[in-house]
């Protein structure tokens, strides 16, 4: 048995500012229903439901536009729930899956028609132990780098910053783009200037990765604060801020305590301590994930 989630806030503190038209949360889950789309048996949390009308009403609360989704370790390589979330809104959703190495042309095809643009590797380890069950890892992405590069799809890769140094040579033989989740999951407590953090800073600097610049609930050291993440995503921004995203990581999956639940009001306004000019977010916001996800760049019908 696993532990089941904490659900979704239905509410949020309001944004101290407007985002920009076409604004991306780069990086939610949805899940369900169960019944069609179950998740794995083998599995480290158990969330709840979470269809595409729920992430809707999300990105109508933080006043964004567009989404993209990725499927979560809980799914396993079934990526059904995201493909239906494809289907029902292929100009505002795009998506990230998680496959076998095995996974046939017409399949990986009709995924990118849908609006997959990458899929995901779990790599995350701590103490050499992973993080989390399921995912599939760098042997598949190597089996699969050529179908990837193929479609103009990148990597993206779920690991601690502090394994970068070692993954990335395998990682850069590919010649793929590589997204790196969530600031590399650093531990704050670690500073800005671990070898690893700078290493991750460095691929940036150089375009040859991208960096989300979301979780930050989950590498802060305290959750009455933020004060010690901003470094962080301050040290990756100025790395780079063309090589940058944000997603909320909605609906916030693997929580368990209230008072650790983020309030995606707060997550979103820590954008403008990031990002404090209006052409510094239209850049995180529109212009970056347009290119990395291949949106349109006019509004959606």
Known sequence: MTKECLPAKSSCRPLTFKPPALSCDSHVHVFGPFIKHPLSEDRSYTPGEYLASDFLMHLNRIGFTRGVLVTASVCGTHNGAIL??????????????????????????????????????????????????????????EALAPRMAARGWHAQIWVHAPDLPQLAPRLLKLHLPLVIDHMGRMDTVLGVNHPGFMALCRLVADGQAWVKISGGDRIRASNLSFDDVDPFAKALIQSNI????????????????????????????????????????LQVLVTNPAKLYDFEMERDA
């Open 84 to 141: 239906e979330a494809l289907s029902a809104h292929p100009k505002i959703f795009r998506a990230v899956v998680v496959c076998d190495a095995d996974v046939s042309e017409e399949e990986l095809d009709g995924w990118h028609a849908l609006g997959v643009r990458g899929v995901r590797f779990n790599l995350l380890r701590k103490n050499g132990q992973a993080v989390y069950r399921n995912g599939v890892g760098l042997e598949v992405l």
């Open 242 to 281: 063309q090589r940058i995203v944000w997603g909320s990581d909605w609906p916030h999956i693997n929580y368990f305590e209230e008072k650790d639940m983020p309030d995606d009001g707060d997550l979103s306004n820590l954008l403008v301590r990031w990002l404090p000019t209006e052409q510094e977010r």
